[in-house]
């Protein structure tokens, strides 16, 4: 089982990413993005309940990014529009298999933004 995440680049500040998170092998209770910009911790950004669809924000980013998943293809997006500086960070995706811990990692894709 594992995590393959994709997508990310250099974008100007206003400008868009999606970023694409397959997971190979299984399906899960929920899947998310965290965040680890240049010396500050990993921070939660978005996560989605796999089967309901329901989804949670950060508030940083509410109203500017959205995540979503594709059944077929068993994966999970995160749609970045009006990218900041701030933004800038190595995005990463994580799985869990229940309402706890976050028991699977990606290998993680970087961001930067540009001002």
């Known amino acids: 089982v594992q995590l393959q995440a994709s997508g990310g680049g250099l974008v100007q500040a206003g400008g868009s990413l999606r970023l694409s998170c397959a997971a190979s092998g299984r399906t899960f209770y929920s899947m998310g993005w965290f965040r680890q910009a240049p010396g500050k911790e990993r921070e939660f950004v978005a996560r989605i309940n796999w089967s309901s669809g329901s989804t949670y924000y950060a508030d940083s980013v509410k109203g500017r990014f959205t995540i979503s998943r594709d059944y077929v293809k068993n994966t999970v997006y995160l749609q970045m529009n009006g990218l900041k500086p701030e933004d800038t960070a190595v995005y990463y995706c994580?799985?869990?298999?229940?309402?706890?811990?976050?028991?699977?990692w990606g290998q993680g894709t970087l961001v930067t933004v540009s001002s």
């Open positions: 994580a799985a869990r298999k229940t309402g706890s811990t976050w028991d699977l």
